[in-house]
């Protein structure tokens, strides 16, 4: 989940106190997290960007008309009024949108998974790595009291070889 606290750590409130979003993919995991996004008083979503015209429709819903929407998130990118962006697209197009949004010089937050295979998480390592950019991947699942159950189940060879 993007907190308040990961927001306010960024270098880019000292500069203006309010931190300009792009939402990239704003179908439903979008809108679920745009409801946590919109509670904080130092974000402003400025630029919004899906394929599909009903996704963006209904997150026009919660934001209004001020963002500019978009089709292509390479627009998006390209706004000086985009500090970072939320990467909510379908999982093929979390490696190139995320290495897109570095190289444009915007901090990004991308839900999981970014990757499907080691190479493109070298691709996408090597991109932060040049540019800079802070970089946060959703993770959630991976805290759940349930799921850490389960590894500890795993992990204990009371399943037997698994």
Same mark, same amino acid.
């Given at each position: 989940?993007?907190? $308040?606290?990961? !927001?306010?750590?960024?270098?880019?409130?000292?500069?203006?106190? #309010?931190?300009?979003?792009?939402?990239?993919?704003?179908?439903?995991?979008?809108?679920? !997290?745009?409801?946590?996004?919109?509670?904080?008083? +130092?974000?402003?979503? #400025? @630029?919004?960007?899906?394929?599909?015209? #009903?996704?963006?429709? *209904?997150?026009?819903?919660?934001?209004?008309? %001020?963002?500019?929407?978009?089709?292509?998130?390479?627009?998006? !990118? +390209?706004?000086?009024?985009?500090?970072?962006?939320?990467?909510?697209?379908?999982?093929?197009?979390?490696?190139? @949108? #995320?290495?897109?949004?570095?190289? @444009?010089? %915007?901090?990004?937050?991308? +839900? %999981?998974?970014l990757t499907h295979d080691l190479? *493109?998480?070298?691709?996408?390592?090597?991109?932060? $790595?040049r540019s800079k950019q802070i970089?946060?991947?959703?993770?959630?699942?991976?805290?759940?009291?349930?799921?850490?159950?389960?590894? +500890?189940?795993?992990?204990?060879?009371? !399943?037997?070889?698994?």
């Amino acid at each position: 989940m993007i907190t $308040r606290r990961a !927001l306010l750590a960024s270098p880019l409130l000292a500069a203006n106190n #309010t931190i300009q979003i792009g939402l990239i993919g704003t179908g439903g995991r979008c809108r679920h !997290l745009l409801r946590s996004l919109l509670t904080i008083p +130092e974000v402003r979503v #400025t @630029a919004i960007s899906d394929v599909w015209d #009903t996704a963006l429709a *209904e997150t026009r819903k919660m934001v209004g008309d %001020k963002p500019v929407a978009t089709k292509d998130y390479r627009a998006l !990118l +390209e706004r000086k009024d985009v500090d970072a962006v939320l990467i909510a697209t379908p999982d093929h197009w979390h490696v190139p @949108a #995320t290495i897109d949004a570095v190289a @444009a010089g %915007k901090d990004v937050y991308a +839900e %999981k998974p970014l990757t499907h295979d080691l190479t *493109e998480g070298k691709r996408v390592i090597d991109a932060v $790595r040049r540019s800079k950019q802070i970089v946060q991947v959703g993770m959630q699942q991976r805290s759940m009291p349930h799921l850490i159950k389960a590894r +500890e189940i795993l992990k204990s060879g009371v !399943l037997g070889k698994i």
